[in-house]
Every structure is written in structure tokens, then in C-alpha cells.
């Protein structure tokens, strides 16, 4: 009888482990910048935010399995807890979010088509919830109307500029061996 192999493997779990606490480093530095962005420049906040889609991108890109973008958010998101225990919650709830938007467009796929396209497909939608979500945060009417069109541009563009990141690094670890076989 043939073995079955398991999606995830211990391998496949320890690079998303590693791509986890990799992109959970960015995720807490973010966090550590985020009061002061907000205060300062908050229409660049969506760039901030944006590095939150890191995790599951590259783990998809390298991977190519089920739910390893979810669990590579999870790790991600307890990491960048460490650095600012203050928004563990949000890091937890915006992997989460993240995290399943990402499998749900690789789901309707049936994770048979990883080309580029879907990748954006994802970082598109979450810019779109990043905009509107961190709209009402940041009461984003009360800024200049210039201010308010660099934000929602800044919001909906940071997690796909983002997205293109993460598919460069995903790629290369490809290139290097890093996907299980």
C-alpha cells in the first residue's frame, strides 16, 4: 500500500515556522512604528500595515500547499507580539483575516493554480479592508482631502507593492531549495 503524505509534513511545518518568525520580525518593527506613523504621516499607514501579508505569501509562494498561508500568519502574528505586546490581539486577528483571504483565494483554485495573479487578487482585497477599516481608526475626515485620496491609494497599493515583495523572496527561496519535494 502507498504511503500518503501529508500536507504538512514536519518540513513543511518548519518553514513555515521559519518564514514566520522571519516576517514576524517586520510584522513587530511595524508595530513598534505604528503609533507614530498614525500621528505623523497616517496616509502611509496602509504601507505599515501592508507587511502583514508577507507571512502567507511567501509560505504560499515556497510551499504551494493548503494552509500553510494561515499558519504562517499565526507564528508571524506571535512573534510581532513579542516586540509590542500591546497589539497582540490585532496582530492575531489581522493574521487570521489575512491569513484566510489568502487561502480562500487559493481555495477557489483548489490549489492548483498558483500563478501571480492570485496573489495580487488577495493583496487587492485586503487593501481594499485595510482602507476602509483603518479609515474609521485614524477618522480619516478630518484630514485635508488630499490626505484622505494619498491614504485610501496608500492602503490599497501597500499590501500588493507588499505582495510583489513577498513573491521576490518566495521565489528565490524556491530557487534555493527550500520547497519540500
Known amino acids: 500500500m502507498a504511503r500518503l503524505r501529508s500536507a504538512l509534513s514536519t518540513r513543511t511545518l518548519l ?30 499607514y496602509g504601507l505599515v500595515l501592508g ?36 497589539w497582540a490581539m490585532r496582530f492575531i ?5 489575512f491569513g484566510a483571504i489568502q487561502e480562500g483565494v ?3 483554485t483548489r490549489y492548483r493554480l498558483w500563478g501571480r495573479w492570485r496573489f495580487f487578487v488577495s493583496a487587492a482585497i485586503i487593501g481594499v479592508i485595510v482602507a ?6 485614524v477618522d480619516l ?5 488630499w490626505v484622505q485620496l494619498a491614504y485610501l491609494i496608500v492602503s490599497v497599493l501597500g499590501p500588493v507593492a507588499w505582495t510583489a515583495i513577498g513573491i521576490a523572496i518566495g521565489n528565490a527561496l524556491r530557487r534555493a531549495g527550500v520547497a519540500p519535494k
Open 15 to 44: 518553514v513555515c515556522a521559519a518564514i514566520g518568525v522571519a516576517t514576524g520580525i517586520l510584522g513587530g518593527i511595524a508595530g513598534l512604528v505604528t503609533v507614530g506613523v498614525i500621528a505623523v504621516v497616517p496616509y502611509v
Open 141 to 145: 475626515g478630518r484630514f485635508a482631502l
Open 132 to 137: 476602509a477599516v483603518v479609515a474609521f481608526v
Open 51 to 86: 507587511v502583514h501579508v508577507l507571512p502567507g505569501i511567501i509560505a504560499q509562494e515556497v510551499l504551494r500547499r493548503p494552509l500553510v498561508a494561515l499558519i504562517t500568519h499565526v507564528i508571524a502574528a506571535l512573534i510581532s507580539s513579542a516586540f509590542t505586546p500591546m
Open 93 to 97: 486577528g489581522t493574521a487570521l483575516l
Open 106 to 108: 487559493a481555495a477557489l
